[in-house]
């Protein structure tokens, strides 16, 4: 009877011993001794939201990515339906950067009282195809009523649809854009549609490739 006294006394002992190191591994571990709770969830940087990475369903490693930093110049064809004479002109020439969760933002070359810096959203709609709707809230933009060294009146904005193939290397990208002008009413005062042609920013780029 002591022998099986001493036998269980000494599982016991073990089993207190096993749970008294742990606790002291959790407390060197700095473990809260609580149901960890979703807001006080921090990821790493490089560990965003797995949800996040796929809503731009750009991560499927099979070909180069349109994230990253892009020159891109905005050719007008059409104004309002009308061809424009010489084949076009420049309208806009932009720094945009692409980002992992579907955003995008435009850094514009025009006046910053025209509001040069708008957002937008896209999708991958095919192995190098893309669509992107950019909606600009600006002050005068392609208004020609208003001279360039003027603040003009508000109007409600601009929406800039485009869709783009990206060239299998990576490295440039082209497409289509349609620019529709809105005032406060919601009445479209301007359409254009062109063509569009970036190349990727790199740190070794120059500034001389963005003019």
């Not at 937008?120 to 208004?143: C, E, M």
Request: glycine share 10%; hydrophobic share 35%; proline share 7%.
């Amino acid at each position: 009877m002591r022998a099986i006294s001493a036998k269980w006394m000494s599982c016991i002992g073990a089993a207190a011993l096993v749970v008294t190191m742990t606790q002291v591994a959790a407390a060197q571990c700095g473990l809260p001794n609580k149901p960890i709770q979703r807001m006080n969830w921090r990821p790493m940087v490089r560990g965003a939201n797995p949800w996040l990475l796929r809503t731009s369903d750009d991560d499927d490693n099979d070909g180069p990515s349109i994230v990253g930093m892009w020159h891109v110049k905005f050719t007008a064809t059409q104004q309002n339906g009308q061809d424009i004479p010489g084949g076009g002109a420049v309208i806009d020439n932009s720094m945009v950067v692409w980002h992992h969760d579907g955003t995008e933002i435009m850094n514009s070359s025009r006046s910053a009282q025209d509001g040069n810096f708008c957002l937008g959203v896209w999708k991958r709609t095919g192995k190098f195809s893309y669509q992107l709707n950019h909606i600009p809230w600006a002050g005068n933009i392609f208004d020609p009523s208003v001279p360039p060294n003027v603040i003009g009146p508000p109007q409600a904005g601009v929406q800039i649809l485009e869709y783009i193939t990206l060239d299998p290397s990576g490295k440039s990208y082209s497409g289509t854009f349609t620019l529709t002008g809105y005032d406060t009413t919601g009445n479209v005062y301007i359409v254009f549609k062109g063509t569009l042609a970036a190349t990727r920013v790199t740190p070794d780029t120059p500034f001389s490739d963005l003019l």
